[in-house]
């Protein structure tokens, strides 16, 4: 296969990752209305860790936009508000994947995407509401986001780690 | 491009990220939060203040968001939304808000409950 196959191949295959657990998620109770385990954000993490932040960027617009009509919610106050989220989260976790490579193992990484999630999902939704009394939500949303991004990102620290080691898939 | 090489979990810092979190959890949740004092209603739609009402007070009132109506129901010194046109329903799921500071929101319908009170608000003039 050519780089650029391969590369198709990869992405394409981290895309149907993340919107099938992007449904699988969407099928689960909810111990909290407001409280999402963001799944799909361990197909960014493993492209992020495998195959680099454009890769990772790739997979990270493609859920977006997959799951907002999958969803149903294109263009609604939902998407962008989730939309946001999604992008800053990406951002966070590529800067310290480059910047501060020792410091966090990958479920570091998924806490750090998760809490930043969270922080822009409710700042986004304070601004497009005029309303600033939604930040005694804070709290919860960060505790929310500690759960989910330690549960989503063990998840998948332990994926990557049961990953075959092949130089066929870093090439 | 990638060397396929991370700090094995736990990092140092994920255990200093997850301590941070949960102290600035805490610290946000416990200051100035007592939980009294709730005495107004406000029910604001498309960032607009619609109805200023008093806790204590029997009353149901219908409101038109973006998406269409919101029953909104004051009893026994509590209010919550009791239904709304929202495909997710987290504002009804929100339940009874009791105190000054609570609020329930519904984001598709641009609707925003919550009370006030002259207790002191949960949150100082940082984030006022």
Known sequence: MSDASRRVTRLGLLTGMALVLFLVEASLPRPLPWMRLGLANSAVLAALLLFGTGSALAVTLAKLLLGGLLGGGLAGPAFVIGSSAGLASFTAMALCWHYLPRLFSPVGLSIVGALVHQVTQLTVAALYLGHEGLFSLLPMFLLSGVASGLLTGTATYYALRALPDTSERDA | ?128
Do not use: K
């Open chain 2, 1 to 128: 491009m990638s060397d396929r090489s991370w700090p094995a979990a736990p990092a140092p810092g994920d255990v200093g990220l997850i301590l941070l979190a949960l102290l600035a959890t805490a610290v946000l949740a416990f200051t100035g939060a007592d939980g009294q004092g709730a005495q107004r209603v406000v029910i604001d739609v498309e960032g607009v203040t619609r109805y200023d009402v008093s806790l204590d007070s029997q009353w149901t009132v219908t409101v038109d968001g973006l998406l269409g109506p919101s029953v909104v129901r004051v009893v026994g010194g509590r209010v919550r939304i009791e239904s709304a046109p929202c495909p997710g329903q987290i504002c009804v799921a929100r339940g009874w808000l009791r105190a000054v500071g609570d609020l329930a929101v519904c984001v598709p319908n641009h609707v925003v409950v919550h009370l006030t009170g002259d207790a002191p608000p949960r949150f100082d003039g940082i984030t006022q």
